[in-house]
């Protein structure tokens, strides 16, 4: 799939070392990996503000519609707007889930489950890694 940003591996880690980004940053958001539950800077987070792409800055989800999931994962019930994200469908591992995307640079944020709180019921369960914050 062809997106807005395209850089090739090499300026990938280029970048994300620049901005500081967690090791397992490039990892997850260029190779799909996984931190492990309840070890990202993320997951207890509060703060008012918006996450955005570790990748390439989009604005993805707005801190107030973060919640607390108990699943080791930042989770948000909703993106900023239909836009904001991409998903596609991830069978790997078995398992039938939805993958998310950073919709102007691929960067693998997650994935979506159908089991998030009002009003939406989606739990959007994203990597700390592949996240920034910047607070208002």
């Known amino acids: 799939m ?12 280029a970048i994300l070392k620049e901005k500081g980004a967690e090791p397992l940053a490039f990892a997850i958001t260029r190779n799909q990996a996984t931190e492990r539950p309840y070890s990202g800077k ?20 707005d801190a107030s519609t973060k919640f607390e ?21 991830d069978n790997n591992l078995s398992m039938r ?8 640079c691929g960067a693998h944020l997650g994935h979506v489950f159908e089991d998030g709180p ?6 959007y369960c994203m990597n700390s890694a592949s996240l920034n914050f910047t607070p208002t």
Do not use: M
């Open 42 to 61: 993320w997951e207890g987070h509060q703060a008012a503000g918006v996450y955005r792409c570790i990748c390439c800055n989009k604005a993805l989800f």
């Open 118 to 123: 009002p009003p939406t019921g989606l739990r």
């Open 69 to 89: 999931s108990h699943c080791g994962w930042p989770s948000f019930f909703r993106p900023i707007d239909e836009t904001t994200v991409s998903t596609e469908a």
């Open 97 to 104: 889930r939805t993958e998310v995307h950073c919709p102007d």
């Open 2 to 13: 062809a997106y807005k940003i395209e850089k090739t591996e090499a300026q990938w880690q």
